[in-house]
């Protein structure tokens, strides 16, 4: 017996060596790599077409208005203490496993009655703001237009009985914005043969009636409601952009099918990445014909010049659609206004979100930022709107340079000020005839020896967001 127990004991010990070695000897899980070098190959150039659309207006107008509004907006967040835990509220149907018919009662109660376009785009405008995007059919499948493909809208679905797709287009039209929409063409929580990018939930989770043998059919989801509704939204509405998001499932031939309606309705639109690629995957060359620009991933800053246009879709919340269960939390206008600057300073528009709350009413918070961002750009929208990417070789480590499009003036935005208050500039070509902030006219001293130029004694005081230097050249370095 005493014999056996020492055998038992060695083997175990055996065993747990071997199992330690085992775990020790397992691979890592591989990082996938979404670095832009990765996902940016410096050889990707855009289509002639693509240069002509985006040189329109898009190039030009850096800065845009983002809006996730719906069904989703009235319940901030939670549904029946489920839900709040997801960060993004206009995902409430997949995280709270809402059943569709469910869902289908909450939005038949929707009525945003203090909606007003034109009190939404003063406040877009009033923040130098150029563009607005607005969910016209997000996730759930709920669209914010009159529709005939399926009465699921709020025209015909709620007692609110207006088209708000309509309305806004109008009124940005009407004070000189361009309006876009987005549209949720590969995910429709409403859809059973729509595919399911999240696994938080199902199909079966949304759709109980389901049998157990179904097998969702994509093809027939984009044929019967996907590609016909984005029909209607480019014969219907003036639209000046198209923004797809979440392209599971999309093969190049599914994403052209979009590509060409709304090439064929509207051929001066312009178009975003995740028709096909999500934010963060390597985009392939083939796919380019397909669309105008790149969307990078949510609430990201380029670091570097890349070889395709990008924009940034950021928000001024942790959640894109309204929300005020759970946890929450909004940005500080300084970190906004350095995004958006980075953001441009290396070649992209910034698009800011908001989520208006279910009444129809932007988000007060959201307002409050939107009017801090217009006070800087009063003072500073002459180096973001209109300007071009810095045409230097490196990024100053004290923040981010944009150019006016004649190549003439240099602006320099100082957002991380050295303590020497003397900031250089290395590589410059022509001669500096004149430096001054942006803000105030006042001069800033200045010293330039061959190509190289030293900025001295600034004054961080002047703008303790971000000190923008205009620098005059005596002439033009590039030209657009």
Request: hydrophobic letters at 35%.
């Amino acid at each position: 017996m005493k014999n056996s127990l020492i055998y038992f004991l060695i083997f175990m010990s055996v065993f747990a060596h071997a199992q330690e070695g085992q775990k020790g000897n397992k691979p890592e899980k591989k990082k996938r790599d979404i670095s832009f070098e990765y996902r940016f190959p410096e050889d990707l150039k855009q289509t002639p077409d693509s240069e002509r659309r985006l040189d329109q207006w898009f190039r030009d107008a850096k800065f845009g208005a983002f809006i996730h509004f719906g069904v989703y907006s009235t319940l901030e967040g939670e549904y029946k203490g489920r839900g709040s835990d997801f960060r993004y509220s206009e995902w409430i149907q997949v995280s709270a496993k809402i059943p569709a018919n469910e869902y289908h009662g909450i939005a038949a109660q929707f009525n945003p009655v203090d909606f007003d376009a034109e009190a939404w785009v003063k406040v877009f405008k009033d923040a130098g703001m150029r563009y607005v995007v607005i969910t016209s059919k997000h996730h759930d499948g709920f669209a914010l237009f009159k529709s005939e493909v399926s009465n699921y809208n709020i025209v015909d679905y709620t007692p609110f009985k207006r088209d708000i797709i309509k309305e806004l287009s109008e009124a940005c039209h009407k004070n000189g914005l361009k309006f876009g929409v987005y549209y949720s063409q590969a995910q429709d929580w409403d859809e059973p043969n729509a595919p399911f990018l999240n696994k938080k939930a199902s199909a079966f989770d949304l759709h109980p009636e389901l049998p157990e043998d179904f097998e969702p059919d994509m093809d027939s989801y984009i044929m019967g409601k996907s590609l016909p509704q984005v029909e209607e939204l480019v014969k219907n509405y003036e639209i000046d952009l198209l923004w797809f998001d979440t392209p599971v499932g999309m093969t190049y031939e599914r994403a052209k099918l979009f590509s060409d309606m709304v090439r064929k309705y509207r051929p001066n639109c312009v178009i975003n990445s995740r028709i096909i690629h999500n934010g963060k995957s390597r985009i392939e060359a083939k796919n380019l014909p397909l669309f105008d620009y790149v969307s990078i991933g949510d609430k990201e800053v380029p670091t570097k010049k890349l070889p395709l246009y990008v924009e940034s879709p950021d928000c001024v919340s942790s959640s894109f659609g309204y929300k005020t269960h759970g946890k929450v939390y909004y940005h500080d206008v300084k970190e906004l206004i350095h995004r958006m600057v980075s953001t441009v300073c290396v070649g992209g528009n910034y698009l800011l979100n908001n989520g208006p709350m279910g009444n129809g009413r932007l988000d007060p918070e959201a307002v409050r930022l939107y009017g801090e961002i217009g006070q800087w750009m009063k003072l500073n929208s002459e180096s973001i709107l209109d300007t071009r990417p810095n045409p230097f070789p490196y990024k100053p480590e004290w923040g981010g340079i944009s150019m006016n499009k004649d190549g003439s003036i240099l602006y320099l935005h100082v957002l991380n000020m050295p303590e020497s208050g003397t900031i250089s500039l290395k590589g410059l070509p022509v001669t500096v005839t004149s430096a001054k902030y942006l803000s105030n006219d006042s001069m800033v001293n200045f010293v330039q020896d061959g190509d190289h130029v030293r900025f001295t004694e600034l004054q961080h005081t002047i703008d303790p967001i971000d000190v923008v230097v205009k620098v005059v050249l005596k002439t033009p370095w590039f030209k657009d």
